[in-house]
């Protein structure tokens, strides 16, 4: 009896490399490949011996059960034990990366798994591969405002071409912009690869972000808070006169409408928040009345 595996290698079970069971339909043992051939792909782990004999158990795996025909021979019993250039069948993808040369995939968040599956068995069965160009990535900083309410800018890509990048308003550090084609050339009727640039918002002193929202702080005296009064707010499009009611506390948030991240008609709002301050020194003139209108007007905030 024969089978697809190297020489001086223990059997394998195919079906439990592959995390799948006998009843698994192809379907399913064909996801199960594709995701543990992406995973242990000797591009995405150079240099890790173990991640490399992974890969090489799951490609013999999957000729062994890949298809129905050999399954079906596997399940009888049926296989050869040849190596291949020796009679054998035709060779796992590991076996043709691994002497011939591999070729790298950027396995990133729009990587079609289709594509993947599509180009492993195309070099294996000996045709020429039609692969995509890489993606590259890049990182770019905007300012805190034109994050908040979107812009333009213009960079210089490597290999010396100006991009013009359209920044939505309301997007967050973190997110990445797609530039289809503009990635890495694709080899025979291989399509480039995309750029991807990802959006580094830097800070602006007193402000947050919290979704399309923008929050501050706003010191007032116990005068004001008691009495209420009407101070000027700074917001990304200049200060405004927001009106204190009287009583309020420190945490009370005040809303200013329209003033915050986002498309013009589809913008947050600036949040402000109080915060009650004391006079660094007290006068004793100020003392002497408190304490004077201390038993008048005295409470316990302490209590419900």
């Known amino acids: 009896m024969r089978s697809l595996l190297p ?9 439990q490399v592959l995390g799948v069971s006998k009843k698994s339909d192809q379907e399913d043992i ?9 995973k242990y792909h000797p591009d995405l782990n150079p240099g890790n011996k173990e991640a490399e004999k992974k ?9 062994l059960i890949g298809t129905p025909e050999a399954r079906a021979k596997f399940d009888r019993g049926d296989f050869e034990e040849a190596p291949f250039g020796q009679g054998g069948p035709r060779p796992s993808y590991y076996d043709t990366q691994h002497e011939g040369g591999r070729y790298s995939y950027s396995f990133g968040e729009d990587f079609g798994a289709e594509d993947f599956f599509e180009g492993l068995f195309g070099r294996a069965r000996g045709r020429p591969g039609d692969f995509p160009g890489e993606d590259v990535h890049y990182k770019m900083e905007v300012d805190f405002r034109e994050a908040a309410l979107g812009g333009e800018k213009v960079i ?27 990635g890495g050339p694709g080899r025979m009727r291989g399509g480039a690869g995309d750029a991807y640039i990802e959006i580094i918002v830097r800070p602006l002193e007193g402000f947050t972000r919290h979704g399309l929202d923008i929050e501050s702080e706003l010191p007032v005296s116990f005068l004001e808070a008691i009495i ?4 000027e707010v700074q917001t990304i499009d200049g200060s405004v006169l927001l009106k204190i009611p009287p009583g309020v506390s420190t945490g009370t948030k005040l809303r200013v409408k329209g003033k915050g991240a986002g498309a013009e008609g589809n913008r947050g709002n ?6 009650i301050v004391m006079p660094k020194h007290i006068d004793p003139a100020l003392k002497t009345m408190a304490e004077t209108m201390k038993g ?3 409470y316990n905030p302490r209590m419900s």
């Not at 064909?30 to 992406?38: E, G, V």
């Open 7 to 15: 020489e001086n290698e223990a059997m394998i079970d195919p079906y």
């Open 30 to 38: 064909k996801k199960s490949f594709r995701k543990l051939a992406k």
């Open 55 to 63: 890969f090489k158990d799951v490609s013999h795996a999957f000729d």
């Open 156 to 182: 210089t890509l490597p290999d010396g071409k100006n991009l013009k990048v359209k920044i939505p308003a309301g997007i967050e550090s973190g997110k990445k912009l797609r530039f289809k084609g503009l």
């Open 228 to 231: 209420g009064e009407e101070v």
């Open 270 to 275: 600036h949040i402000v928040v109080l915060k």
């Open 296 to 298: 008048q007007f005295d």
